[in-house]
């Protein structure tokens, strides 16, 4: 049959059409990957998280955390110095529950009247293991730590402050504030250059108008704006130059189904410099 | 030939670029004759054609026998167009003719032509004209991919001989 001889030549650039489909789909495959493992994280981090309420509850996290405590603190010597400093009035009357707390633990137990003593005359240089060792347990507040039903409690709190340590130390680099103490959390600000904002989502027939069509916001001014919208085959449904676009989730005319679309915004930061985001969005019908 | 078949699957796999514009290069005009075949205009042909070469470049590395890439080619190409067909609403043919009872010489008539007229027919039975008359599936065979009743498929096919025909000598 002469037709299986039949070659017909494709028109110029399907070649290219072909590969810009499947980098797209590459995307999407790696998109899938990074939603899942962020899934993961997030079920983890849950997990873990209520685990430590958990735990809280149980009288055994006191224990636990003692055990954890020397390993966190042993690392540097300076947050042990600075330690020092707020639990120093205190130690007189930690040094009262610290027996305690040493009690359940007969591996600190020989250490621990020898650590109450130590803070008293404040030997700075012979710094030790031994000494670094007990010192979250006296770490928490004299006046909560008197009471021996608040045990549980205790070591939450020392768990706050060393969350707030953390916090603090992470957030100054990035964040510009004047003082890192005594700042309501919800008010720092935070400046990253040229970000784009898009929402994960959007609904056309929704009821909110604001979520009805898709659009993004910049922290700073774009040039040369491109955007691209594809949707699971990579087939590109959405185009537009303009920065301020909204799009209503129609291709031609016709209303695109429900589902995942990319989107890839290239543009100049107020640099100048090319850049390139991506991300995907939801359609809900 | 076969040589040069390896040679371009392992630079495909190897995601060289040059490797995978030689493969397209080398295959694209016998996939286009059997998308053309299947479709129902050119661009529908190349949106077909997208989809199989789709097919091809992510499913390489699962092909065993490079030297056969034409072959394997050939029939990615065949399966997306019976799944095009098979997307569209699974029909039923009244026998009404008997298959063998019309003959269509084709011989006479250069390729485009027949292609042209082929592009006239409704989706199905130009499918189940392609599969039998072209690729060479048994009546049975083609019920089966395309969900029929062999009799359907009888039917169907009798009928675009009988469309062709008019087609053709009109």
Not at chain 1, 135 to 150: F, G, S
């Amino acid at each position: 049959m002469n037709l299986q001889d039949y070659r017909p030549q494709p028109d110029e650039g399907l070649y290219e059409k072909i590969q810009h489909r499947l980098r797209v789909r590459r995307l999407w495959r790696m998109g899938g990957i990074a939603a899942g493992v962020a899934l993961v994280a997030a079920v983890t981090l849950l997990l873990t998280l209520s685990g430590k309420n958990s735990e809280a509850a149980g009288e055994d996290l006191a224990l636990a955390k003692t055990e954890k405590a020397p390993a966190a603190v042993l690392q540097p010597q300076q947050p042990a110095v600075q330690a020092d400093e707020p639990v120093a009035p205190a130690a007189t009357p930690a040094a009262t529950p610290q027996p305690q707390k040493a009690e359940p633990q007969p591996a600190i137990e020989p250490q621990a009247p020898a650590v109450a003593a130590l803070p008293l005359p404040q030997v700075a240089a012979p710094v030790t293991e031994a000494k670094e060792q007990p010192l979250p347990q006296a770490k928490p507040e004299p006046a909560k730590a008197v009471t021996p039903t608040k045990v549980p409690e205790k070591s939450e709190y020392s768990e706050h402050s060393e969350y707030s340590d953390y916090s603090e130390k992470s957030e100054s680099p990035s964040a510009t504030t004047e003082s890192a103490k005594g700042v309501d959390p919800s008010n720092i600000p935070v400046h990253i250059d040229n970000l784009i904002w898009a929402p994960n989502v959007f609904a056309p027939d929704g009821d909110i108008d604001d979520n009805r069509r898709f659009q993004m916001r910049y922290s700073s001014s774009v040039t040369e704006f491109h955007l691209y919208i594809y949707n699971r085959g990579g087939r590109q449904v959405y185009t537009s130059n303009d920065p301020s676009f909204s799009w209503d989730g129609t291709h031609n005319g016709s209303r695109l189904p429900q589902g995942g679309y990319v989107w890839i915004a290239k543009f100049r930061d107020t640099s100048g410099r090319p850049r390139q985001e991506q991300g995907t969005v939801t359609l809900i019908r | 030939m076969s040589n040069e078949y390896t040679r371009m699957v392992e630079g495909c796999r190897r995601r060289d670029a040059k490797a995978q514009r030689a493969l397209y290069d080398a295959m694209a005009p016998m996939a286009m004759g059997v998308c053309m075949r299947y479709a129902r205009d050119r661009e529908q042909a190349q949106d077909l054609l997208q989809d199989g070469f789709i097919k091809v470049y992510e499913n390489l590395s699962k092909l065993r026998e490079p030297e056969k890439l034409g072959a394997w080619v050939y029939h990615i190409m065949i399966n997306v167009c019976i799944n095009h067909c098979r997307a569209a609403k699974p029909q039923t043919y009244i026998e009404d003719c008997a298959a063998d009872a019309v003959t269509l010489p084709l011989d006479p008539f250069a390729a485009e032509e027949i292609v042209k007229a082929l592009q006239q027919l409704s989706a199905p039975l130009r499918t189940v004209f392609n599969l039998i008359e072209v690729e060479g599936y048994s009546i049975e065979e083609v019920a089966q991919e395309l969900k029929m009743q062999p009799s359907s498929v009888r039917s169907a096919l009798c009928r675009a001989k009988a469309q062709l025909r008019t087609y053709l000598t009109r």
